[in-house]
């Protein structure tokens, strides 16, 4: 049966797939709100049929360890046959990391902290996403948040074996629940072009991811149309499989202290430094990858593509600045630098002054 299935109706092939597994008892992980909001509670409890089916939903967004070690019981008490998340990059997330976490406290946040790894997982996994962004439909990694510290939990059996790409079920997105996925989804495609550890097949998807998210983003958040939230979730996955090759880069690495710090939306959060690092990496670009965002971006140079990204960002209600934050570079500055995620840092193309950064982002 085919691994990944797209377009419109087609979480109507979630049948098929419990059936392939001889799925009778499903663990249902889902958002609060947005379950139904999508539609995706009316189409797909109807699919379950007679089966027996428990729903997971009390979790908050960016999952934390508290939440995820009583969902792990909750799962194991269970005992599914099979696991069906159905939401955003957090409800993706948490479906990816119940699947393998034990009930033992100690050894559970061994494995958050990637002190040791973890077997195979408990059922598999079929992905639903409901927005256009994170991407965790197609990544071996999800994130969790210990004692107020962030970590990727990253590993082959994390990776979703079914995924329905149904754009339907994003149809329901707010204007600004657009922006904010898809701001995420294009930055994740930047970064992983120009990621180190890209290849030609992450910079093959990447490239695609870039052009769709970034030629419908606009139409999708202020004139949403079929064809744009069809684009919006194709591009969305290209930049979760590219990043599952690659990984991110800085603008991810600063963005979950922007997101712990002032309950900035981590696309959003994202968003906020990527002008500056296109900036910082342009030299280190290469020619394919700026071309193309020369292109999009009607830009000749670093200054004007830092413009026009900053363009964007106004045109989909994404134009947050530092300052209105109360962000204090003289007094935080030191907490932000000292936040960042040294792995993703690690992956950027470009060495940097802290300096020159201040200096960038005091402009944005």
Same mark, same amino acid.
């Given at each position: 049966?085919?691994?990944?299935?797209?377009?419109?109706?087609?979480?109507?092939?979630?049948?098929?797939?419990?059936?392939? @597994? $001889?799925?009778?008892?499903?663990?249902?992980?889902?958002?609060?709100?947005?379950?139904?909001?999508?539609?995706?509670?009316?189409?797909?409890?109807?699919?379950?049929?007679?089966?027996? &089916?428990?729903?997971?939903?009390?979790?908050?967004?960016?999952?934390? +360890?508290?939440?995820?070690?009583?969902?792990?019981?909750?799962?194991?008490? +269970?005992?599914?046959?099979?696991?069906?998340?159905?939401?955003?990059?957090?409800?993706?997330?948490?479906?990816?990391?119940?699947?393998?976490?034990?009930?033992?406290?100690?050894?559970?946040?061994?494995?958050?902290?990637?002190?040791?790894? &973890?077997?195979?997982?408990?059922?598999?996994?079929?992905?639903?996403?409901?927005?256009?962004? /994170?991407?965790?439909?197609?990544?071996?990694?999800?994130?969790?948040?210990?004692?107020?510290?962030? +970590?990727?939990?990253?590993?082959?059996?994390?990776?979703?074996?079914?995924?329905?790409?149904?754009?339907?079920?994003?149809? $329901?997105?707010?204007?600004?629940?657009?922006?904010?996925?898809?701001?995420?989804?294009?930055?994740?495609?930047?970064?992983? &072009?120009?990621?180190? %550890?890209?290849?030609?097949? $992450?910079?093959?998807?990447?490239?695609?991811?870039?052009?769709?998210?970034?030629? @419908?983003?606009?139409?999708?958040?202020? *004139?949403?149309?079929?064809?744009?939230?069809?684009?919006?979730?194709?591009?969305?996955?290209?930049?979760?499989?590219?990043? *599952?090759?690659?990984?991110?880069?800085?603008?991810?690495? &600063?963005?979950?202290?922007?997101?712990?710090?002032?309950?900035?939306?981590?696309?959003?959060?994202? %968003?906020?430094?990527?002008?500056?690092?296109?900036?910082? @990496?342009?030299?280190?670009?290469?020619?394919?990858?700026?071309?193309?965002?020369?292109?999009?971006?009607?830009?000749? /140079?670093?200054?004007?593509?830092?413009?026009?990204?900053?363009?964007?960002?106004?045109?989909? %209600?994404?134009?947050?600045?530092?300052?209105?934050?109360?962000?204090?570079?003289? *007094?935080?500055?030191?907490?932000?630098?000292?936040?960042?995620?040294?792995?993703?840092?690690?992956?950027?193309?470009?060495?940097?002054? @802290?300096?020159?950064?201040?200096?960038?982002?005091?402009?944005?």
């Amino acid at each position: 049966m085919d691994k990944e299935i797209f377009g419109e109706g087609s979480i109507q092939s979630l049948e098929c797939i419990l059936n392939h @597994n $001889s799925a009778q008892r499903v663990f249902l992980v889902t958002g609060k709100k947005s379950y139904e909001l999508s539609g995706a509670k009316e189409k797909l409890e109807d699919l379950l049929g007679n089966r027996d &089916f428990h729903r997971h939903f009390e979790f908050e967004e960016n999952p934390k +360890y508290s939440d995820l070690f009583q969902g792990a019981k909750d799962i194991r008490a +269970y005992n599914p046959d099979i696991i069906v998340a159905v939401g955003g990059g957090s409800v993706m997330d948490t479906a990816k990391i119940l699947s393998v976490l034990p009930t033992d406290s100690l050894e559970a946040k061994k494995i958050i902290k990637g002190e040791i790894g &973890f077997q195979e997982k408990i059922a598999p996994i079929v992905a639903i996403p409901t927005t256009s962004g /994170s991407g965790s439909e197609a990544t071996h990694f999800a994130v969790a948040y210990l004692n107020n510290l962030k +970590y990727s939990v990253a590993g082959k059996s994390l990776l979703p074996d079914h995924v329905i790409l149904d754009p339907e079920l994003t149809y $329901s997105m707010s204007a600004y629940q657009t922006a904010v996925s898809g701001m995420d989804a294009l930055c994740q495609g930047i970064e992983s &072009f120009w990621a180190k %550890g890209a290849t030609y097949k $992450s910079q093959s998807y990447a490239k695609d991811a870039i052009k769709l998210v970034q030629t @419908n983003i606009e139409e999708a958040v202020n *004139n949403s149309t079929q064809l744009s939230r069809k684009n919006m979730a194709k591009g969305a996955n290209l930049a979760g499989k590219a990043i *599952n090759i690659s990984k991110t880069t800085a603008p991810h690495a &600063f963005s979950y202290y922007l997101t712990k710090k002032f309950n900035i939306p981590h696309g959003e959060a994202v %968003g906020m430094t990527m002008g500056a690092f296109l900036v910082i @990496n342009y030299e280190n670009i290469q020619k394919e990858g700026l071309d193309l965002l020369h292109d999009l971006f009607d830009s000749d /140079s670093k200054f004007s593509l830092y413009n026009r990204f900053k363009e964007m960002r106004k045109n989909i %209600g994404l134009d947050t600045k530092f300052t209105e934050l109360g962000f204090d570079t003289d *007094n935080q500055w030191d907490d932000f630098m000292t936040s960042v995620n040294k792995e993703r840092l690690k992956n950027n193309p470009s060495k940097f002054q @802290n300096s020159y950064l201040k200096k960038l982002l005091a402009n944005i």
